[in-house]
């Protein structure tokens, strides 16, 4: 039972959070958790592939872009449906996935880092030479997308949206990790040639791995493109990858809630040692490679190395 | 007997080396063949071959009539053939149970389900029991982290991944490498109690298992075959003699 309580507790918290920060005079805070969602989205999203396929990708950034611009395309055309603009969006960038993806994943470890950071740097620089999308500068979406019955403008419908959302993405999350191909991919990541000898597709399920993965993120660029209203060619910068792979590590490789403690983490510490001081980035390090030290296998792993401490003792006694 | 496995003229070659040249093979059905050679002979390289791991330069394979030369791994393994890894290649961080299960899981073909659980099944987890009963892994173990186990309990995992298959060939690369004579009794008595059931082509260094379990013995020195027959035949072959065997089968008559 203690296993599923964290996740209700952060879920009950996370509810009702908008109305007490409210409460306490501290709005501007709703903004920032759902930033901090759309993240853990992206990030748990890229922890499938990382943490679970042993694939290390360093151009994620490139879908959530893709994700993001295709909001802002679609309003220029007149669409804002967000049932419409968001499977577009996520369909995009699944795409891009799977072209990429199929190249990239022709290769390994250092090379298929390489060769993921070239594809998103390639795709940097095409949305860069986008006159008409502003270049380098970026746009601006003048029209958020449209739910029904829903209204994004309202800082709190919108806040429940996208909770709504990574909740669903989660649950969905769980149940492919544990499912047929979820230990499958979990399996190629310790050995991929005893799995090929088992008789397992190897490429085919390491390709869409990745496509799952892209396509969620897509989802999370689309989601970015509403909070920021606005997208420039910087959301797919290869320091956006880094950043999000820097969650995963943090958050722990292979561990279900990676992503959700990696991106609160890291978004948490950059918000509030930006008050303190300009140079944030330098405490941000000093404390992650406190986490390297003390949490090595990552922060969602701390909670998990004493149950299965626990059970171990069991077998032991039993 | 009908040939299960024929290899026809089989090349491959690296740079300078001709690794394997014109290596023409075939195993009956529900025999045990040994292929036996001097370090370098390559026999490993033959085993990739046969199970997929790298395409011959030339040659075909027939895996019960059917061509598989230009099949992968995977693919191989559905039409019924399967290999153990030389140097124990488990999934070391998994516990025995779930190495049994992704195992099952492959042999089943089902990997591309996302939503059903895998460790709910009843069906994948009774066919992993059975394995393991199959393998002679004893089911205290089941739930150890298969790294932690003794070195003759992890070539029992090793075995029982390919077996999971239910293949009609079974490639056996070194299976009691580094066992202890126990241990390497025990694995041979279950390799001979696979006589009948499924081919096997069997890679050893073992001199004594290799003779007492081979119907027929293939030797291979320098990538081409050099000798092919029952034990009887090898043992008395001079020119086995010569290039290889000489002072361990006389090691075995003393």
């Not at chain 1, 958790?33 to 592939?49: C, D």
């Not at chain 1, 396929?53 to 055309?77: N, R």
């Not at chain 1, 190249?103 to 950071?117: A, C, E, N, P, Q």
């Not at chain 2, 932690?148 to 490498?177: C, Y």
Request: charged share 15%; glycine share 8%; proline share 3%.
């Amino acid at each position: 039972m203690s296993r599923s309580v964290f996740p209700l507790l952060l879920l009950a918290l996370l509810c009702v959070f908008p109305f007490l920060a409210e409460s306490a005079g501290l709005g501007f805070y709703v903004s920032f958790v759902r930033r901090v969602l759309i993240f853990a989205l992206a990030a748990t999203s890229l922890s499938l592939i990382v943490g679970f396929g042993g694939m290390v990708a360093l151009g994620h950034a490139a879908f959530i872009g893709l994700g993001a611009y295709a909001v802002v395309v679609m309003a220029e055309m007149g669409y804002y449906s967000a049932v419409v603009v968001w499977p577009v969006a996520m369909l995009s960038a699944a795409l891009f996935a799977l072209l990429t993806g199929a190249v990239s994943l022709r290769t390994k470890g250092v090379y298929f880092i390489m060769i993921t950071l070239a594809f998103a740097q390639m795709a940097y620089y095409i949305f860069i030479s986008l006159r008409q999308f502003g270049g380098e500068d970026g746009v601006s979406l003048y029209q958020l997308s449209e739910l029904p019955f829903l209204n994004l403008y309202d800082e709190f419908s919108f806040y429940y949206v996208v909770l709504a959302i990574v909740v669903a993405f989660m649950l969905v999350f769980n149940v492919v990790i544990s499912s047929r191909f979820g230990t499958a991919l979990q399996g190629i990541r310790e050995n991929e040639t005893r799995m090929a000898a088992l008789g397992y597709p190897v490429y085919a399920i390491k390709l869409i791995a990745y496509v799952l993965s892209g396509t969620a993120l897509g989802l999370a660029g689309a989601l970015l493109a509403n909070h920021n209203q606005f997208v420039s060619p910087s959301l797919m910068h290869w320091t956006q990858s880094a950043n999000l792979l820097i969650m995963v590590l943090v958050g722990g490789l292979g561990l279900r809630w990676a992503g959700v403690f990696g991106a609160t983490l890291l978004l948490v510490l950059e918000e509030f040692l930006r008050m303190w001081t300009d140079y944030w980035h330098l405490p941000l390090g000093v404390l992650l490679l406190c986490v390297v030290f003390f949490a090595p296998n990552g922060l969602a792993a701390i909670r998990w190395t004493k149950v299965s401490a626990n059970k171990q003792a069991g077998v032991r006694h039993g | 007997m009908a040939d299960v496995l024929t290899l026809t003229d089989l090349h491959k070659r690296f740079g300078a080396l001709q690794a394997t040249n014109n290596v023409s093979l075939s195993l009956k059905h529900g025999e045990i063949h040994a292929l036996i050679g001097p370090n370098g002979a390559g026999k490993s390289t033959l085993i990739q071959l046969i199970s997929g791991g790298l395409k011959p330069d030339s040659g075909h394979i027939h895996l019960q009539g059917k061509n598989v030369t230009r099949l992968n791994m995977n693919q191989r393994v559905h039409q019924g053939l399967a290999r153990s890894f030389q140097i124990t290649t488990i999934f070391g961080r998994l516990t025995v149970r779930q190495n049994l299960l992704l195992a099952v899981q492959g042999a089943e073909a089902s990997y591309f389900s996302f939503f059903r659980s895998r460790d709910d099944s009843l069906l994948l987890q009774q066919h992993a029991l059975a394995l393991a009963t199959r393998c002679g892994i004893d089911h205290s173990l089941l739930d150890q982290q298969a790294s932690t186990l003794p070195h003759g309990e992890q070539r029992k995992i090793e075995v029982a991944l390919a077996l999971a298959s239910s293949p009609k060939v079974l490639l056996l690369d070194e299976p009691m490498a580094g066992m202890g004579p126990d241990e390497s009794q025990n694995l041979a008595h279950l390799i001979a109690g696979l006589r009948g059931e499924l081919s096997i082509l069997l890679v050893e260094h073992d001199m004594q298992a290799v003779f007492r379990l081979a119907d027929r013995i293939t030797v291979l020195v320098a990538g081409q075959v050099l000798a092919s027959g029952t034990p009887d035949e090898i043992r008395h072959d001079e020119r086995v003699q010569q290039a290889y065997l000489g002072s361990e089968l006389n090691n075995e008559h003393a």
